[in-house]
């Protein structure tokens, strides 16, 4: 399944991708249960199919099963009984928010990609390096990234993200995919200067609206192997990354593994895997991300996720 996340009347409701609908998979589920006869199918629909993203991968593969089951009932309707009870509507005109808006934890990879490493300068690391993202910093698919005004230096990193189904602690490489709910996009936007002043990358990867993030949770059945896809950054449609995932130094298991000897992954957990060669401050001249910018990120298992660019002096008082 295309899980999204979409915000109706000031609500955030989890929903599925269906060609170019979205269902609505408590409403669905709750429709499923009543044409089954059962009574209360609201509460039930509410119990097994939460609205919420991190409550939904929290319950696990029952959660999914029930999802799955809520898609097929709604093709078995017509068009306009699903519209008049509200369990579909259009991709195009829908409010997507970041698959799961609120993740617990952003826990980003750093110099994962050996072309990456070669032409910022740096050695491969022989542990994978980590630093983390905040909450704040995402942005919806379709929303406007922000070049802060303390700097025009603001690069475009596109990535692989992993979102964490079943949690857990000391988790193994071996069973390191059990605990993927699924696959995502992420465009690591960061601040240069800020990065690199100091010998930690908190403040640069860490500006308010920084952080694209979606637009889909493509579930882990529909990707068997996260190591095969094809990695694409665009500005304005010209290409500026091109990559696999294959060349990845740390893999999802690894990476998963070393994580989790310190912390407890949760579901809903975000893993931001790193970028590959072609970021802009290492280009001749270098290049950055401007105002009027179209940015987007393109795996085609998953989707393409595409943000345009603003300057912060120009946004609303």
Sequence with gaps: MKLVSTLQSGEARLGAVSGNTVIDLQRAAASLARSEGKVAAAEIAAATVPTDA???LELGEPAIAAARAAVEHVATLSDADARADLLVSDLDESRLLCPVPKPPKIICVARNYGEHAKEAGFEMSEIPILF?????TLVAPGDPVVRPKVSDDFDWEGELAVVIGKGGRAISKADALDHVAGYSLFNDCTVRPYQFRVTQYTAGKNFSYSGPFGPYLVTKDEIPDPHTLDLSLTINGETKQSANTGDMFFDVPTIIEHISEFIALEPGDLIP???????GFKRKPPEFLKPGDVVSVTIPEIGTLTNPVVAEEDLPA
Aim: aromatic content about 14%; cysteine-free; proline content about 7%.
């Design 273 to 279: 895997m790193g970028t590959p060669a072609g970021v």
């Design 132 to 136: 983390a993202r905040f909450t704040e």
């Design 54 to 56: 991190v409550r939904f």
